[in-house]
């Protein structure tokens, strides 16, 4: 209640002092980029709490605002503005340098691993846009049933719960030389992180073919709409691409089930891969043999499939 006081009487002052600055964004995922940035510093909506406006198409940010709930993040950004602006590029350099100690990230894989488990994993295979190594994915068994069935009370949407950790290592001649993490927030969003082979954090993935930026450069594809292979023509096959084979190697291929769910290009959760899609298809195909447990059977009849 005194935060959102304070936040009033700083709006109002804010407004007639000139700690507005337009921030230079554009495109039609700008407005989610600003959220996931700003609620990476503030774990509030920016719009919602005044630290950023929109007026006449334009989004204007407010310093003083933000001074109140990051005082680091709005010095740091302060530093950059020119004249009445601040560019995109200046605040994706901000956040990349900040990002991974502001969600207190761990250092290490070990202790990433200490707080993160994935119980039950469930483990999917591709050869997918982000890298050419193979990438395994894990999560826990349970995140995806929860998704799953709650996907009617989601408005047909698959939503995995807060503290969800997807797991993506990249992999080849069997050892791991690196893995990428999604951890979903309490705010919807998702942080981003990359380990290198040595278990240390790293602040890009290996040049395979293109070094990544964690985190401004996955959301990028992640906060985005853009359709990508092999994700996009499931239940075929995908075309390979220049440099790069194309195919997701986990699960059954059932069509009903792709059309159910569309998965890939819906990505309700900002979630690429195919995972309800392919275990659902999976649990279609065990259940001709009459392998499934009560659970799973409830699962099916739940969705109707
Ligand atoms: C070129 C677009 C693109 C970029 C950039 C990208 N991703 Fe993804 N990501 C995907 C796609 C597509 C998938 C689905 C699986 C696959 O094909 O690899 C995916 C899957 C994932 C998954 C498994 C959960 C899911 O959404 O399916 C994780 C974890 C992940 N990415 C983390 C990252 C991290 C961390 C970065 C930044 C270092 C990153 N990604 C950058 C496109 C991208």
């Not at 009617?152 to 050892?175: M, Q, R």
């Not at 239940?235 to 059309?259: E, H, N």
Request: glycine share 6%; with cysteine; aromatic share 12%.
């Amino acid at each position: 209640m005194l935060m959102r006081m304070i936040v009033l009487v700083l709006l109002l002052v804010g407004c007639s002092s000139g700690q507005q600055f337009e921030l230079s964004m554009s495109g039609e995922k700008a407005e989610r980029l600003q959220q996931f940035y700003f609620s990476s510093y503030t774990n509030e909506n920016p719009f919602e709490v005044g630290i950023l406006e929109k007026r006449k198409r334009k989004v204007y940010f407010n310093l003083s605002v933000l001074k109140e709930f990051e005082p680091e993040f709005a010095i740091n950004l302060e530093s950059r503005i020119t004249g009445n602006f601040l560019d995109a590029e200046s605040l994706k350099t901000v956040v990349q340098a900040t990002y991974f100690d502001a969600r207190n990230l761990p250092q290490t894989l070990t202790e990433f691993n200490a707080r993160w488990a994935i119980d039950n994993p469930k483990i999917f295979e591709v050869h997918g846009p982000v890298t050419r190594y193979l990438r395994q994915i894990t999560m826990s068994e349970k995140a995806l049933q929860y998704a799953i069935l709650n996907y009617f009370a989601n408005g047909e949407k698959l939503y995995y719960p807060t503290g969800t950790v997807i797991k993506a290592e990249h992999i080849s001649e069997n050892k791991i030389l690196e893995t990428t993490a999604m951890m979903k927030r309490s705010d919807g969003f998702w942080d981003f992180v990359t380990y290198d082979s040595t278990g240390y954090r790293a602040s890009e993935t290996l040049p395979n073919p293109r070094a990544l930026a964690t985190p401004t450069q996955c959301v990028g594809c992640h906060l985005g709409k853009k359709p990508f292979e092999p994700e996009d023509s499931w239940p075929s096959d995908a075309p390979d691409a220049p440099g790069g084979i194309r195919k997701w190697y986990t699960g059954a291929r059932d069509q009903q089930v792709t059309d159910f769910f569309k998965e890939h290009s819906l990505r309700s959760d900002l979630v690429l891969g195919l995972y309800a899609t392919t275990y659902v298809s999976d649990l279609r195909v065990q259940r001709k043999s009459a392998t499934l447990d009560s659970s799973e059977i409830a699962l099916l009849d739940y969705l109707g499939l």
